[in-house]
């Protein structure tokens, strides 16, 4: 273990500057928001409505930072949310009953993931063309089990739903002179919760080491005496799991289910891992800025729309300059890094 | 036996995606042998054209055809695909049509002058992807994902938002039939993309410097070969695949609609190269495999569509046979059937020795 550690550290110290690097900008562009454009900025509302928005999005980011890590990708996250999302819908509206929902979520993602982790590291197949299989299986049972948008009339799941924390002191005075308090829903809590065990299992316990080593060099991770397909085969059971939990949690945000839902998640999930720091190549990232990647995404298209630019294109436009701008950012702080090194 | 393991040889990489395009010609001859048949029907126009699932078939592949092409060079080259060529294709569609629409009327010379404009533009993003990718050392998905966020997105704002259509004799000659001759017209645009494919590889050694480029730039950039600048060019030959295949997709529909326009096509594309047998890690790669697996890709859809699937859910029944296709392929499930294999023969050779004795 303290070998591990040991023989990783460059790597790791590689994760930590990228991460400051995103943090650091994350701040600067939110205070900038803040100081020009004000308005919901100036609330702490504005970032729990960042936080209700995106709580699947967080869960299943985490889910694809560990198989990014493990030098795979899993492109099937978004399609699996969606078809967790349908399936729970239609079987609460038959008279189910919640708990139950639960587990065939998690039951659903850890099928995939036990399908996609079978066939990647035991049979040696790319995981791109494995978990994109994984996608249109997820998509079209979406739409063979239904085509219309079902809403849920579940009362048990509504009340849940409706289920908001509320923290008075970060509340603002309307103008009329009540409290507003800050309003924080239960898949917020669940995200933070996935986001913590990620990042213990990431920084402590050692599965979470043994995919940096993988991810950093499957050989010498060989050597070290690492089963390598196991390791590999439980990432993308992980990732299929955590799917599976955001596929709730998007249900609780949305309460109703539709063949569109989480349509291009996915891939906002792999950019929000890019801007957090993590490498596709392997052996470099965490979670936490992933969590920070997700938040700069958020944001980047909340500026957007509160300056003014309300032509359709531009959101896409900005996330994509944004997008380009980290990448080369960070290629360019390797790449110097590594000549130093030398 | 001897012949029968040179023949195995011969065909290489190629066996997976001739046995998938042979599994589902034999399905449809007991499903329904009516579905081969072919027919000369009249079009609107007055034409008399080739009709019937095959020709559906070949027809529709077109753009998927061409865009493998150029992704199994990208492929090679960087060990890496592009996911960006549907929103590639949109924007350069919406350059032809720009210049489509910038003039009175339509004449040859609009169209040539406004699919050149096309591929440049298309050259251009190429050349952005290509540069990330070569010069600044970024993986090639990661690189692309840039465009595949904002593709769409430029594309409807150079059109300011909305979906022009173009009425042409000339454009629906490109996207349906040429008067005179029976075949649709992006099928023979697909073979004379194929054959320049074949004659440049014929006349420079592209090839073999891509193949050497994607399986070990470094070493590769020691002998002297310049990768930096391949793996550019692979990524600027797409870019001119991409604008054919966009302009093809303008010209069927006769519009330009950014958001539909050749949608969910970069997975497609990815598919065929794999379905080819090339490795989707670089090195080795056989343009026609790709193109092979193109077709299987749109058959497999076909098939479907004859079997009344409605749209929506062919994308199950496509995972299903996809998975089974790549389990087949897979290098630990070959080794098991060989392994079976040399079991049962050396078997059945103990048997002939046992009967001889």
Aim: hydrophobic share 50%; aromatic share 8%.
């Amino acid at each position: 273990m303290n070998n591990i550690v040991g023989k990783r550290r460059e790597p790791l110290s590689d994760t930590k500057l990228l991460m400051t690097i995103t943090i650091s900008i994350f701040v600067a562009m939110y205070l900038l928001a803040m100081a020009l454009l004000g308005g919901g900025f100036l609330h702490p509302q504005q970032i729990f409505d960042m936080l209700n928005d995106n709580a699947s999005l967080i869960i299943v980011s985490c889910g694809l930072t560990i198989v990014m890590i493990g030098g795979g990708i899993d492109i099937s996250v978004g399609a699996v949310t969606s078809l967790v999302v349908m399936s729970c819908v239609l079987y609460l509206n038959n008279g189910g009953n919640i708990f139950v929902a639960a587990l065939l979520a998690i039951g659903i993602g850890l099928a995939f993931g036990l399908v996609h982790g079978y066939l990647i590291s035991y049979l040696e197949i790319q995981p791109f063309i494995v978990t994109l299989a994984g996608m249109f299986f997820a998509r079209g049972m979406t739409t063979i089990l239904s085509v219309n948008p079902q809403k849920v009339t579940h009362e048990g799941f509504q009340s849940l739903r409706d289920v908001k924390i509320e923290i008075s002191w970060l509340g603002y005075t309307a103008k009329n002179g009540n409290l507003v308090p800050a309003r924080m829903e239960l898949g917020v809590v669940i995200a933070f919760v996935c986001l913590i065990a990620v990042f213990i299992l990431l920084k402590y316990l050692r599965l979470g080491r043994c995919f940096y080593a993988m991810g950093g060099n499957q050989q010498s991770a060989l050597m070290l005496g690492i089963n390598v397909k196991r390791t590999r085969f439980l990432s993308y059971l992980m990732s299929g799991c955590l799917s599976g939990i955001s596929g709730f949690v998007f249900m609780m945000h949305t309460g109703a289910g539709n063949a569109t839902n989480a349509a291009g998640m996915e891939m906002n999930a792999i950019a929000a891992a890019i801007i957090g720091g993590t490498l596709l190549t392997g052996g470099v990232g965490n979670v936490a800025g992933t969590f920070f990647g997700v938040l700069t995404l958020t944001t980047i298209k909340k500026i957007v729309v509160s300056s003014g630019l309300n032509d359709p294109w531009w959101q896409n436009i900005t996330t994509g300059g944004m997008l380009c701008f980290f990448i080369l950012l960070q290629s360019v702080v390797l790449s110097r890094r590594n000549g130093k090194k030398k | 036996m001897n012949t029968k393991k040179k023949f195995n040889l011969s065909l290489g990489q190629l066996t997976i995606p001739i046995i998938a395009i042979l599994i589902l010609v034999v399905f449809n001859l007991i499903r329904d042998p009516s579905f081969f048949s072919i027919g000369i029907t009249q079009n609107n126009d007055g034409n008399s054209v080739l009709s019937g699932n095959l020709i559906t078939v070949i027809n529709g592949a077109s753009e998927l055809a061409i865009l493998a092409m150029g992704m199994t060079l990208v492929t090679a080259a960087c060990g890496g695909q592009d996911i960006s060529v549907g929103a590639a294709a949109a924007i350069a569609g919406s350059a032809f049509v720009k210049i489509l629409k910038s003039g009175d009327s339509i004449s040859v010379g609009t169209v040539i002058l406004a699919f050149l404009f096309a591929c440049v533009v298309a050259m251009i993003f190429g050349a952005f992807n290509g540069t990330l990718v070569a010069v600044f050392k970024i993986q090639p998905m990661i690189a692309t994902l840039i465009l595949y966020t904002c593709g769409r997105s430029i594309a409807y704002w150079i059109n300011g938002g909305a979906t022009p259509t173009v009425q042409s004799s000339i454009i629906t000659a490109i996207g349906g039939f040429i008067p005179g001759i029976p075949v649709p017209t992006p099928v023979l645009i697909v073979v004379i993309v194929a054959i320049i494919f074949k004659l440049v590889f014929h006349f420079t050694s592209l090839e073999i410097l891509t193949q050497s480029v994607g399986i070990n730039g470094s070493a590769a950039r020691l002998n002297g070969i310049n990768s930096t600048f391949i793996k550019l060019l692979s990524f600027i030959i797409l870019g001119v695949c991409v604008a054919v295949a966009g302009c093809i997709g303008v010209s069927r529909l006769g519009l330009i609609n950014h958001e539909t326009l050749l949608i969910d096509i970069e997975m497609d594309t990815i598919l065929a190269v794999a379905i080819g047998g090339n490795n989707l890690g670089g090195g080795k790669f056989k343009i026609s495999g790709s193109i092979i697996g193109a077709y299987v890709i749109q058959m497999l859809t076909i098939t479907l569509y004859a079997m009344k699937v409605s749209s929506t859910d062919v994308k199950a029944y496509k995972a299903i046979v996809i998975i089974l296709l790549v389990v087949i392929g897979s290098p630990v499930v070959k080794a098991k059937f060989e392994k079976l294999m040399t079991k049962l023969r050396s078997g059945k050779a103990k048997e002939t020795v046992k009967g001889a004795e």
